[in-house]
C-alpha cells in the first residue's frame, strides 16, 4: 500500500513532494520531503498506507536541471535531502513550483508515472 513515483525517461530524476500533515509548524497542515533519485524504469515509494483519499503535490526534476515537472504551489526546495513543513526554507533553497494531484477515496495504491 502506498504512493509511488515512476521514471518514465531514459535518465535519472529526483522527486520531491508534499503531503497533509496536521500540526505542521508555520500555521500550514502540509509537508514537504525530497529527493528521491529514481533510476530510468525505476520506482520509488514514498509514502506507506492507502493513498487515498488524498491531495498531493509533486516536484521533479533530471540531474542536469534540464527538464522539470513542476506546477504553480511555490516553496522553498534546498538541494539536499530534506523532510520539512511547507513553509519551511533555507539559504540554499531554490523556490519552485509544486503539481498537485489527488488520489480518490478508496484507492490503496496509487503510481504517478513522470514522463
Known sequence: ?????????????????????????GGTDWAKKGWYRIAPGGTAKVLSGWAGPGKYFVFAENELRTRAWSGQFFTQLPSRAFDWCWQTGSSDSRTLGLAKFEVAWGIMDHTVRLT
Do not use: D, K
Open 1 to 25: 500500500m502506498g504512493l509511488y513515483f515512476q521514471n518514465g525517461t531514459a535518465e535519472a530524476i529526483f522527486v520531491a513532494y508534499a503531503y497533509h500533515a496536521p500540526g505542521c509548524e
